[in-house]
């Protein structure tokens, strides 16, 4: 039957021995056992009683296994639900309860401390274990190799990506078949993806970034990844280098983080590069300054393109013209982008600071189960209102001037600060605090609290380190905590947080 995205990854299998994924070591994958794992994995969870629609959530290390449950969800007509592994059990709790899914597939480390939260959610705790044993892996392991997809639509629902929430409550972006596979198309003819290309892949796999750009974009061209657990700057040089009977990449997707650390490594020279074909970053804003030391050591001009989890993406600097430091390009074929009054949704002449908005094919469906919300962020005319802040220079360029709803990216990971302040006010001893994001030169952004205590209080930094360590994801963990008597506001009762970025950030 007629499934949409998996149909259109089929038609583009060049040779179904061709090279899907290899791992540093040359453990290869062939494309033909890419589709008898994810249909493998796709009867395993129709065993376990998944059906059409339903959410299967997973919180699992990064693994070849990761994709192709991915792909089984997608042929099984299921909705992938990926969790960052960072998570505590508290907060995967909230994304249980939220999208009601059927499973939750974990590393098996992880089933105990997740089965309170699974429980309350109604959801069943299936493991898959790194090594390839667990429930899920015997399952798939005695199920046949083909399957037959459920049919799907282009606008049936592949995914739910929860982004988090600038007012409390995450939300979950439900990304349609034709979200990912339009998004995906344009950026294979955009970057000129073709079989020969090898993506080293070092980016993780629950987020938009390294499942959706990274993956989708390899399997839409029939090209092969170089799959590595996480970034590391030597094993990306080793993946750039020639090594008899292994693949040989000619693609690296990164954070900006990625390019800091290689500016690092010594290796990292022209004749390291010379037969890289592509360097693209995203997710964050990559300094103008990084682009320029990047050129000069490699001779290679990094491609930065924009975009976030509700919308794909949405702008890519040129392929041949000028990839301009500093600016994330042009938007792409297909999708309108226009610079607006935050108030009035009016657009802006060309040149003036605005909202961002876009729309198109790669635009989300909306948050589940928020209609309201969903509402309140589209125009009426079908605008999707970004929350970043931008401008469109008279070359055509789109700057990303800041970020209107103060989120900090670290490392690629985005930080809401009322999401830190909520856990910080909430200890003993605090009135209140203020979570910034300081330039970091490794991470981009640093996460800061600034806290006002109670007179007299005993709440020192390490205390406030330790407490947050089970509520949050370490990523989000502040850095620096500083402490004042009262934090700096405007006329309107706002604490001034750009005052705090001026005292602290020097
Ligand atoms: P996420 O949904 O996690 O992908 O985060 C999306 C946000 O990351 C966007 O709304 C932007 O604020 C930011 N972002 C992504 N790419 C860029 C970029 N090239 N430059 C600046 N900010 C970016």
Not at 85 to 113: M, N, W
Request: proline residues 7%.
């Amino acid at each position: 039957m007629s499934n949409h995205l998996f149909d259109l990854i089929v038609a583009k299998i060049p040779d179904p021995e061709k090279i899907f994924l290899q791992t540093l070591e040359g453990d290869s994958i062939l494309y033909r056992q890419m589709l008898s794992a994810s249909a493998r994995y796709a009867h395993a969870l129709v065993k376990l009683g998944v059906e059409p629609g339903d959410r299967v959530a997973m919180q699992m290390e990064k693994s070849p296994a990761f994709l192709f449950i991915y792909l089984a969800c997608v042929r099984a007509g299921a909705v992938f639900l990926p969790l960052n592994t960072a998570y505590t059990p508290h907060e995967v709790g909230y994304f249980l309860s939220d999208a009601q899914p059927k499973l939750i597939i974990c590393d098996p480390e992880r089933a105990d401390s997740l089965s309170e939260a699974a429980k309350a959610a109604d959801a069943r705790v299936v493991v898959h274990g790194h090594g390839q044993y667990g429930e899920l892996y015997d399952l798939a392991a005695a199920s046949p190799p083909d399957f037959s997809n459920v049919a799907r639509g282009p606008d049936d629902l592949a995914a739910i990506l929860y982004t988090s929430g600038t007012t409390g409550r995450s939300k979950g972006a439900m990304l349609s078949h034709d979200n990912l596979a339009s998004n995906a198309l344009t950026l294979v003819d955009y970057w000129r993806f073709t079989p020969e290309d090898v993506l080293i892949h070092a980016l993780p796999v629950y987020h938009t970034h390294g499942l959706f750009v990274a993956t989708n974009n390899v399997l839409l061209s029939g090209g092969s990844l170089i799959f590595l657990p996480k970034f590391s700057g030597p094993q990306i040089l080793e993946a750039m280098s020639d090594r008899p009977g292994k693949l040989r990449g000619t693609v690296l997707m990164g954070v900006p983080t990625f390019y800091t650390r290689l500016i690092d490594e010594p290796g990292l020279t022209r004749e390291a590069c010379a037969r890289m074909r592509l360097f693209i970053s995203g997710s964050a804003p990559l300094l103008a300054e990084t682009h320029r030391a990047f050129s000069a050591r490699t001779g290679q001009a990094i491609l930065e393109r924009y975009g976030m989890t509700e919308t794909n993406m949405s702008t890519s600097n040129p392929y041949d013209g000028a990839r301009i430091p500093g600016t994330v390009g042009f938007p792409l074929p297909g999708v309108a982008l226009r610079v607006a009054d935050p108030e009035t949704g009016a657009a802006l002449p060309q040149g003036e600071i605005g909202m961002i908005e876009v729309k198109g094919p790669n635009v989300f469906k909306g948050y589940w189960l928020m209609p309201e919300k969903t509402a309140s962020e589209f125009r009426p005319d079908g605008f999707f209102i970004t929350g970043d802040l931008g401008m469109i220079d008279d070359k055509g360029y789109v700057h990303i001037v800041g970020r209107g709803k103060d989120l900090i990216i670290s490392g690629g990971l985005n930080i809401y600060p009322k999401e830190v302040e909520t856990e910080i006010d909430s200890l003993p001893g605090v009135i209140e605090s203020a979570v910034i994001g300081l330039p970091d030169a490794d991470f981009g952004e640093a996460v800061t609290a600034v806290v006002v205590r109670e007179k007299g209080a005993a709440i020192d930094e390490a205390a406030i380190h330790a407490a947050l360590r089970d509520r949050l994801a370490k990523f989000k963990w502040p850095k620096t905590i500083h402490f004042v008597e009262e934090l700096p506001r405007n006329a309107m009762g706002k604490v001034q947080k750009n005052l705090l970025r001026a005292t602290y950030g020097g």
